[in-house]
């Protein structure tokens, strides 16, 4: 979908466990950024695209996003357009 984006709902952490290189289980807890980066790396592996859990609301065009949302916070662009 190049040329478009749209918010996805994130948990602000997450906690994660999987197996190593070797078959070992390990964990760990991810918070803020990286908890964003890591759902959406899962979102990969599950073949789970942003246009399946996107608030469908803010779909848009990233020239519309570069012009009216650039340096508005997400938790703001939401209370706008409800």
């Known amino acids: 979908m190049d040329g478009f984006c749209a918010l996805v709902p994130h948990a602000v952490k997450a906690w994660v466990r999987y197996l190593d290189a070797s078959g070992v289980e390990r964990s760990f807890e991810?918070?803020?950024?990286?908890?964003?980066?890591?759902?959406?790396?899962?979102?990969?592996l599950q073949e789970t695209l942003y246009l399946d859990r996107m608030?469908?609301?803010?779909a848009t065009t990233v020239e519309n996003v570069t012009k009216h949302w650039k340096d508005v916070a997400a938790r703001e662009v939401l209370r706008r357009l409800r």
Do not use: K, M
């Not at 918070?31 to 979102?43: C, F, K, Y």
């Open 30 to 44: 991810a918070g803020g950024w990286h908890a964003r980066i890591v759902q959406h790396e899962l979102d990969h």
């Open 55 to 58: 608030l469908s609301r803010t």
